[in-house]
């Protein structure tokens, strides 16, 4: 189909790669568990994650990885600006634990909502440059190049990538909604929950800091 050797393979791949709980999952739960957070926090959440996604994507299939490969001085600090902003998203997640809940106050949480949800959500999945890499070895693995139609075949593979992707954070969002009722009734859980997401952040953060 349009140059991709299996379908199913390559929708399934997909699949065990979002299974693997990182900063996107996180943030996107923490998102849904601001004050004024819900599903429709998730959704514009899930939109930011695939935006910064399909920005490695591109990037990944234009020949850039090359040039990171040629400047890894550059890629270094694109790494540890990512890591910089994953730290930082953390240590805010733990210090408004409480405020999240509505124990406490953020400032200016009453004017955050959809822009706010989507860019940093965007921001983080654009935290870690070392995704550009996996793309770059991902997409072969499925491309048939007997029938391979160049930019039409790339754009299939990522339209079906960010179609699952979709798909899977959909559903982590009514898992999340069931979740949200046990939050209501044990709002300590809730606490431990935001604090434990923004300690997993800040681990992700010195990860992709020290990864070469």
Avoid at 80 to 97: D, E, K, Q
């Amino acid at each position: 189909m349009n140059g991709i050797t299996d379908l199913w393979a390559l929708a399934l791949a997909t699949l065990i790669f979002l299974a693997i709980p990182g900063p996107g999952t996180i943030k996107l739960f923490a998102s849904m568990a601001e004050k004024n957070g819900g599903a429709r926090a998730g959704v514009w959440s899930t939109l930011g994650l695939m935006a910064g996604d399909t920005v490695w994507m591109v990037l990944a299939l234009s020949g850039v990885a090359a040039l990171a490969a040629a400047y890894p001085k550059a890629f270094d600090v694109l790494r540890y600006a990512g890591a910089l902003y994953l730290a930082w998203v953390g240590f805010n997640l733990i210090r408004h634990s409480r405020a999240a809940l509505g124990e406490g106050r953020v400032n200016n949480a009453a004017n955050r909502g959809a822009k706010q949800w989507f860019v940093e959500s965007c921001f983080v999945s654009l935290s870690n440059p070392k995704v550009i890499g996996f793309y770059v070895a991902f997409f072969p693995l499925f491309i048939d190049t007997r029938h391979f139609e160049g930019v039409k075949t790339y754009a299939t593979m990522i339209a079906i990538v960010l179609t699952i992707c979709f798909l899977y954070c959909m559903w982590l969002i009514v898992v999340a909604q069931f979740a949200k009722r046990v939050f209501k009734r044990y709002p300590e859980a809730g606490v431990w929950l935001k604090r434990g997401a923004g300690a997993a952040l800040m681990g992700f953060a010195v990860k992709f800091a020290v990864q070469k």
